[in-house]
């Protein structure tokens, strides 16, 4: 059985930071590209960052560039994203995807094989 599980998400105040967690179970996704979505209230789901299998490659929509940062730990199968000056408009459900065809640049074009449970980021004015 696949699983991949997201953590870290919270209530934060604008300006603040957080760290999400992913553990991927179940089979070996040292070899996918992973990344984050997210999908705010009333809005439809979109790309956030993507990791190349290696972590040598990374890649990040315009509105996040600079403050957040993919990264992974392949002996603990595990991405993080590490998100600083967050804004209200970063508030969403943040889920964790696994693709064993994409690259991290073409994750956020495809829809990933694999996908979390989504955990939830509030921030706060």
């Known amino acids: 059985q696949v699983q991949l599980v997201e953590s870290g998400g919270g209530l934060v105040q604008a300006g603040g930071s957080l760290r999400l967690s992913c553990a991927a179970s179940?089979?070996?996704?040292?070899?996918?590209?992973m990344g984050w979505f997210r999908q705010a209230p009333g809005k439809e789901r979109e790309f956030v960052a993507a990791?190349?299998?290696?972590?040598?490659?990374?890649y990040y929509e315009d509105s996040v560039k600079g403050r957040f940062t993919i990264s992974r730990d392949k002996a603990k199968n595990t991405i993080y994203l590490q998100m600083n000056t967050l804004k209200p408009e970063d508030t969403a459900v943040y889920y964790c995807?696994?693709?064993?065809?994409?690259?991290?640049?073409?994750?956020?074009?495809?829809?990933?094989?694999?996908w979390g449970q989504g955990t939830r980021v509030t921030v706060s004015l």
């Open positions: 995807a696994a693709d064993p065809r994409a690259t991290a640049h073409t994750m956020g074009v495809r829809y990933p094989d694999y």
């Open positions: 179940g089979r070996t996704f040292s070899s996918y590209a």
């Open positions: 990791i190349s299998w290696s972590g040598s490659s990374t």
